[in-house]
C-alpha cells in the first residue's frame, strides 16, 4: 500500500504514468505462476529477474503485428477500412498503433514503416509528404511516450526511407527508435551514409545486419530497443540470467560453471514456460484480441526470449591479476564458455507453444534495468574497458553477437570528424558487419539525443527529471539513472 500511496502522491508522475505504474501494482497483488522453492531463491537474490512483467501476465511482452496485412485489408475491430491515400494511411496507422498492447503498454513496433508508407505517396511532391511526416512523427513522439518504440527502414532504398530520415534528422525526437536493415548487396552506399549521417546528429537510426538477423525467421522486425523477432508474432516473455549476481553465490569458478549457472537456467526456463502456460491457456488473448482473431498475429509465431545481462562483470569476477573482458584473452575465454554453455542449455531445452524456434528458447543480450548498478548491457565491454582499437572493439562483439538470434548490440559515440566522413563509417559498418557483428547504434559525442543501453533519451529531459521535474516520456525516468551508474557520458568517443 506504501508504493501504491507513493505512486499516487508523486510530483515526478505524470497523469498517464501513473495510471500505467497503479496497474502495474493491481497485477502484482496477484500470484498465478508456479514457482519452485530454488526459482524462488534466485529471484529473492537477484540472478533472475522477470523484468517487471508482472505477477499474473494478460499480453505478450512483444507484439509484432502484420501491419502490412492490416493496411491491405483493413481491421473491423477498429471499424476502419483499409486506406486509399496518403491522409487515410496516417490517419489509419495512428488509431491502430492506440490498440496494439505491449509490456510498456504502448506498441513496442511500428512496422517497416518506409514499405507501408512508400505505395500511397507517388503523386505526392516530396514538400508535401514531409509536411505530413512531420504532424505523424510528431503525433508518435507526444502519444506514444515511451521510446522503447520502434519502426524499420529498408534494406531496399526507398523514396519514402529517405524523406523519414530527413524528417527525423529535423525533428530530433526520441519517438520512434529506428532501425536501417543493411546489406550491402542491397542498401546502395548514399542511402546507408544518409542514415548514418542522421545518426550522428539524433542517434537514429541503428543499423543492423540484415544478412545475418534475416536467416532467423522467414519475417523479422526490430522492436523495443533491439529485439530481433517475428513478424505476425513476437516474445510472450523476456526473462534474464544476472550473472554477476549469480557468481557472487559461487565458492569458485568451476562451481559457478557445473553447478550454479546450470541450475539457474533449469529454474529461468522452468518459470518462463510457465508463463508462458498462462498466456496461452489462461489469459485469453489469442482467443479475445482482435490481432489475433483478425490474424494479424499468430500464436505460433511467438518465441521466448532467454536473456543474460553482465557477462562481463561475471567473467572478471574469477580473473587475477587486473585482467578484464575486451581486453585480456583469459577473462575472454571464459567469458566463451560461459556462452556457450547457456547457449547450448538453451538450444536442448524444450518451451512450450514456441513451434516457429522448434521450441527452443531464444538467447537476448538484454540492456538492463535502471536499478542495476556495475552490471553492463548482455555481452558489451564496460565503459573505460573499451579496446584503443575500435576494431578490436567490434571483433570482440562479433566473436559473442554469434550467439544471439534476438537481439544485440554495441553503441559507438562518434566525435564531430564522423560527421564529415559519413562514408568511412559506413566502411567500419562493412567491415563489422563481415566478421559477424550484427547490429551497431552511433551518435555524435555532442547530441542532446543519446542511446541509453538501446533506446533513445535526450540529455536535456535527463536534466529535467534529475532536477525532480515530470517528463513526457517515461524512458527518460529509466535513462536518467542508467546514464548515471553506467556512467554513459564516459564512453570512449571515437574518431575517423
Given at each position: 500500500?506504501?508504493?501504491?500511496?507513493?505512486?499516487?502522491?508523486?510530483?515526478?508522475?505524470?497523469?498517464?504514468?501513473?495510471?500505467?505504474?497503479?496497474?502495474?501494482?493491481?497485477?502484482?497483488?496477484?500470484?498465478?505462476?508456479?514457482?519452485?522453492?530454488?526459482?524462488?531463491?534466485?529471484?529473492?537474490?537477484?540472478?533472475?529477474?522477470?523484468?517487471?512483467?508482472?505477477?499474473?501476465?494478460?499480453?505478450?511482452?512483444?507484439?509484432?503485428?502484420?501491419?502490412?496485412?492490416?493496411?491491405?485489408?483493413?481491421?473491423?475491430?477498429?471499424?476502419?477500412?483499409?486506406?486509399?491515400?496518403?491522409?487515410?494511411?496516417?490517419?489509419?496507422?495512428?488509431?491502430?498503433?492506440?490498440?496494439?498492447?505491449?509490456?510498456?503498454?504502448?506498441?513496442?513496433?511500428?512496422?517497416?514503416?518506409?514499405?507501408?508508407?512508400?505505395?500511397?505517396?507517388?503523386?505526392?511532391?516530396?514538400?508535401?509528404?514531409?509536411?505530413?511526416?512531420?504532424?505523424?512523427?510528431?503525433?508518435?513522439?507526444?502519444?506514444?511516450?515511451?521510446?522503447?518504440?520502434?519502426?524499420?527502414?529498408?534494406?531496399?532504398?526507398?523514396?519514402?526511407?529517405?524523406?523519414?530520415?530527413?524528417?527525423?534528422?529535423?525533428?530530433?525526437?526520441?519517438?520512434?527508435?529506428?532501425?536501417?536493415?543493411?546489406?550491402?548487396?542491397?542498401?546502395?552506399?548514399?542511402?546507408?551514409?544518409?542514415?548514418?549521417?542522421?545518426?550522428?546528429?539524433?542517434?537514429?537510426?541503428?543499423?543492423?545486419?540484415?544478412?545475418?538477423?534475416?536467416?532467423?525467421?522467414?519475417?523479422?522486425?526490430?522492436?523495443?530497443?533491439?529485439?530481433?523477432?517475428?513478424?505476425?508474432?513476437?516474445?510472450?516473455?523476456?526473462?534474464?540470467?544476472?550473472?554477476?549476481?549469480?557468481?557472487?553465490?559461487?565458492?569458485?569458478?568451476?562451481?559457478?560453471?557445473?553447478?550454479?549457472?546450470?541450475?539457474?537456467?533449469?529454474?529461468?526456463?522452468?518459470?518462463?514456460?510457465?508463463?508462458?502456460?498462462?498466456?496461452?491457456?489462461?489469459?485469453?488473448?489469442?482467443?479475445?484480441?482482435?490481432?489475433?482473431?483478425?490474424?494479424?498475429?499468430?500464436?505460433?509465431?511467438?518465441?521466448?526470449?532467454?536473456?543474460?545481462?553482465?557477462?562481463?562483470?561475471?567473467?572478471?569476477?574469477?580473473?587475477?591479476?587486473?585482467?578484464?573482458?575486451?581486453?585480456?584473452?583469459?577473462?575472454?575465454?571464459?567469458?566463451?564458455?560461459?556462452?556457450?554453455?547457456?547457449?547450448?542449455?538453451?538450444?536442448?531445452?524444450?518451451?512450450?507453444?514456441?513451434?516457429?524456434?522448434?521450441?527452443?528458447?531464444?538467447?537476448?543480450?538484454?540492456?538492463?534495468?535502471?536499478?542495476?548498478?556495475?552490471?553492463?548491457?548482455?555481452?558489451?565491454?564496460?565503459?573505460?574497458?573499451?579496446?584503443?582499437?575500435?576494431?578490436?572493439?567490434?571483433?570482440?562483439?562479433?566473436?559473442?553477437?554469434?550467439?544471439?538470434?534476438?537481439?544485440?548490440?554495441?553503441?559507438?559515440?562518434?566525435?564531430?570528424?564522423?560527421?564529415?566522413?559519413?562514408?568511412?563509417?559506413?566502411d567500419i559498418v562493412k567491415g563489422a558487419f563481415s566478421v559477424g557483428q550484427k547490429y551497431i547504434a552511433f551518435y555524435a559525442s555532442d547530441s542532446d539525443l543519446v542511446r541509453i543501453t538501446g533506446y533513445l533519451v535526450k540529455r536535456s529531459e535527463m536534466e529535467k527529471w534529475n532536477s525532480g521535474k515530470a517528463v513526457l516520456q517515461n524512458t527518460t525516468q529509466f535513462g536518467a539513472p542508467a546514464y548515471a551508474s553506467g556512467h554513459l557520458a564516459n564512453r570512449k568517443v571515437r574518431g575517423v
Amino acid at each position: 500500500m506504501s508504493d501504491i500511496y507513493s505512486i499516487v502522491t508523486s510530483q515526478k508522475l505524470s497523469y498517464e504514468q501513473k495510471v500505467n505504474a497503479l496497474a502495474h501494482a493491481a497485477e502484482d497483488t496477484l500470484s498465478v505462476i508456479p514457482m519452485s522453492e530454488r526459482t524462488r531463491f534466485f529471484f529473492e537474490k537477484g540472478a533472475i529477474c522477470n523484468l517487471n512483467e508482472g505477477n499474473a501476465p494478460y499480453r505478450p511482452r512483444y507484439i509484432m503485428p502484420d501491419y502490412e496485412k492490416a493496411v491491405r485489408e483493413g481491421v473491423r475491430f477498429l471499424q476502419i477500412d483499409a486506406p486509399r491515400n496518403f491522409d487515410e494511411l496516417l490517419t489509419f496507422l495512428q488509431i491502430l498503433y492506440r490498440h496494439v498492447p505491449s509490456i510498456t503498454t504502448y506498441p513496442v513496433f511500428l512496422g517497416d514503416l518506409d514499405k507501408l508508407i512508400e505505395p500511397f505517396i507517388k503523386d505526392l511532391t516530396d514538400e508535401e509528404v514531409m509536411r505530413k511526416l512531420r504532424l505523424f512523427f510528431i503525433y508518435l513522439d507526444r502519444t506514444i511516450t515511451d521510446s522503447f518504440c520502434h519502426a524499420n527502414l529498408g534494406p531496399e532504398p526507398s523514396r519514402a526511407g529517405r524523406l523519414i530520415l530527413q524528417v527525423d534528422k529535423e525533428l530530433e525526437q526520441a519517438v520512434p527508435n529506428l532501425t536501417l536493415k543493411y546489406d550491402p548487396d542491397i542498401t546502395p552506399d548514399d542511402f546507408a551514409e544518409q542514415a548514418i549521417l542522421t545518426s550522428l546528429y539524433v542517434a537514429n537510426p541503428a543499423i543492423c545486419n540484415h544478412k545475418l538477423n534475416a536467416k532467423t525467421y522467414d519475417r523479422y522486425g526490430i522492436s523495443s530497443c533491439y529485439n530481433i523477432l517475428p513478424i505476425g508474432g513476437g516474445s510472450y516473455t523476456l526473462t534474464r540470467i544476472v550473472l554477476p549476481r549469480l557468481a557472487a553465490l559461487a565458492t569458485s569458478k568451476e562451481e559457478f560453471l557445473s553447478t550454479l549457472l546450470p541450475e539457474a537456467l533449469r529454474c529461468m526456463a522452468d518459470y518462463m514456460s510457465e508463463r508462458i502456460r498462462f498466456i496461452v491457456e489462461k489469459s485469453g488473448f489469442f482467443e479475445s484480441n482482435f490481432l489475433a482473431t483478425e490474424g494479424f498475429v499468430s500464436r505460433d509465431r511467438f518465441v521466448a526470449m532467454f536473456g543474460l545481462v553482465g557477462l562481463a562483470e561475471a567473467a572478471n569476477m574469477f580473473m587475477t591479476g587486473g585482467k578484464k573482458y575486451g581486453t585480456d584473452k583469459e577473462a575472454d575465454d571464459l567469458a566463451e564458455q560461459i556462452m556457450t554453455i547457456i547457449s547450448d542449455f538453451a538450444a536442448g531445452y524444450e518451451c512450450p507453444y514456441c513451434e516457429i524456434s522448434n521450441h527452443r528458447l531464444l538467447l537476448h543480450a538484454q540492456v538492463g534495468i535502471d536499478t542495476d548498478y556495475g552490471i553492463t548491457s548482455g555481452v558489451r565491454i564496460p565503459v573505460g574497458d573499451e579496446p584503443e582499437s575500435i576494431y578490436d572493439h567490434l571483433r570482440h562483439s562479433a566473436r559473442f553477437h554469434k550467439f544471439i538470434p534476438t537481439g544485440c548490440s554495441d553503441i559507438l559515440p562518434f566525435d564531430i570528424t564522423g560527421k564529415q566522413n559519413p562514408a568511412a563509417i559506413l566502411d567500419i559498418v562493412k567491415g563489422a558487419f563481415s566478421v559477424g557483428q550484427k547490429y551497431i547504434a552511433f551518435y555524435a559525442s555532442d547530441s542532446d539525443l543519446v542511446r541509453i543501453t538501446g533506446y533513445l533519451v535526450k540529455r536535456s529531459e535527463m536534466e529535467k527529471w534529475n532536477s525532480g521535474k515530470a517528463v513526457l516520456q517515461n524512458t527518460t525516468q529509466f535513462g536518467a539513472p542508467a546514464y548515471a551508474s553506467g556512467h554513459l557520458a564516459n564512453r570512449k568517443v571515437r574518431g575517423v
